[in-house]
């Protein structure tokens, strides 16, 4: 699967900006999706992921109470809401899938994520 993120950009702390990501995939709905960011100098680190049929979620601790990943498999997209930005969350956002062999399936490693964006940036100013 072909993966297309978009909706990043320039906000002030404490906006709201929401990711969106298109797979190219009829069969997009037999894959769990993350969202992933990588900050300039960091490793790129685990943010969100849900199910392939939404019914589970999973969040990195930075991120919970502020992010919330939905997706529409009518429409092959995946969504990161980001709501209560901070200036740690400016980095580059990379959406990716794997292939889910059960409908509650998550993952929030990062090496069993097969098929990736090309990242959208988020700079969050102070």
């Known amino acids: 699967v072909q993966l297309q993120a978009s909706g990043g950009g320039l906000v002030q702390t404490g906006g709201s900006l929401r990711l969106s990501c298109a797979g190219s995939r009829r069969t997009f709905n037999t894959y769990v999706m993350g969202w992933f960011r990588q900050a300039p100098g960091k490793e790129r680190e685990f943010v969100a992921t849900?199910?392939?049929?939404?019914?589970?979620?999973s969040y990195a601790d930075s991120v919970k109470g502020r992010f919330t990943i939905s997706r529409d498999n009518a429409k092959n997209t995946v969504y990161l809401q980001m709501n209560s930005l901070k200036p740690e969350d400016t980095a580059v956002y990379y959406c990716a899938a794997f292939y889910g062999r059960l409908p509650s399936v998550t993952s929030q490693d990062i090496n069993v994520y097969d098929h990736w964006g090309q990242g959208t940036l988020v700079t969050v100013s102070s």
């Open positions: 849900i199910s392939r049929s939404g019914v589970a979620t």
